[in-house]
């Protein structure tokens, strides 16, 4: 399975790129790194900088057919950055279009309110998040991971690093699923 991590070039949440990245390559799979910019991603560690990451492909060089899913990880910046790019809206639309799986983790449903694609569906986030995802026509709910099935593809979410486990286990039986595959 070959799954996109879509990330700024800086912001995002280090613990929701690598646990969910392990996770993928744990189980087989093939993760790339995506971004708006060539070069390097900067993470942090909530608002100390952390490692940095190369980026494997630009926005500019893919799309949602490339791959098998999508995790879009969290951070504050990060996904008020990737909202703000149409190319990465229109790449997250990409895999709800073409029924791929989606999961976003903490700040990251900002993207997909963004990408107008969480109206009628049920999700989780980062707590500050919810009156967002609300007005964007979605149910929220304050639980460790959601995943939801009424759409178009599969949207997994969930609220916070403290999360990563259930998270991980989650999106890696709905990728799973979707391929066909067994987790």
Known sequence: ?????LVAPAGVE???LTDPWR?????GGTPELVSTTDGRVQAFHHLDRADTF???R???DVTAADFDALVLPGGVANPDMLRLDADAVAF???FFHAGKPVAAICHAPWLLIEADMVHGRTVTSFPSLQTDLRNAGATWVDEQVQVCDAGSNVLVTSRKPDDLKA???AFLAEFAKASGESA
């Open 1 to 5: 399975m070959k799954v996109a991590f």
């Open 14 to 16: 280090q613990q929701e």
């Open 23 to 27: 996770a993928v390559t744990d189980e």
């Open 54 to 56: 190369p980026v494997d």
């Open 58 to 60: 630009t926005i500019d």
């Open 92 to 94: 997250v639309k990409g």
């Open 167 to 169: 998270f991980d286990t």
